[in-house]
């Protein structure tokens, strides 16, 4: 595997976005190339606590093999799987590269027309722009507290 190719695979940044009346995005092309490269057009919806998390079909798969696996022996995890489970829904770009955003799960995390799609790796965050505005300058101020995991990671 090629340099090129080990870099694309990951969904990686931030962006702006404006939803249209319906409640789609413009999903941009660099999560697209990634999401194409998972081989599926579909992603995995979810809301999870202040934002939605947006996983391709088959990372999501491993998340529920994980929690049928490990999670039925962490009873306190009972209600989190009840949660996530129950809302995740199943989306597709449409020929227009948009992602629809189903109408309850905006609503269930408060997102209204300006979101921010965060790439995390494995998976892409979709917030309220003013909730990730919050949550980001709540986390800049507080950068210190993982210099150990860092370190133990041999990140720093």
């Known amino acids: ?3 090129e190719e080990f870099i694309k695979q990951r969904f990686r940044s931030r962006s702006e976005h404006s939803l249209d009346p319906k409640g789609r995005l413009n999903f941009p092309s660099r999560f697209k190339d990634v999401l194409f490269q998972y081989g599926s057009e579909v992603l995995m919806i979810t ?3 202040k934002h939605l998390r947006a996983y391709p079909a088959s990372e999501w798969q491993m ?3 994980t929690l049928l696996r490990e999670g039925r022996r962490e009873p306190k995890l009972a209600g989190f799987i009840r949660y996530v489970i129950s809302g995740i829904t199943e989306c597709t770009l449409d020929k227009q590269g948009r992602l629809l955003i189903p109408a309850p799960l905006r609503s269930e995390v408060n997102i209204s ?3 921010v799609l965060n790439g995390m790796l494995e998976f892409v965050e979709v917030w309220d722009r003013e909730a990730w505005l919050a949550e980001y300058c709540r986390e800049r101020e507080q950068l210190d507290q993982y210099g150990d995991s860092l ?3 041999g990140i720093l």
């Open 113 to 115: 027309k300006e979101v």
């Open 1 to 3: 595997m090629s340099p």
């Open 47 to 49: 809301a999870w606590g």
């Open 151 to 153: 370190a133990k990671l």
């Open 63 to 65: 998340v529920e093999d």
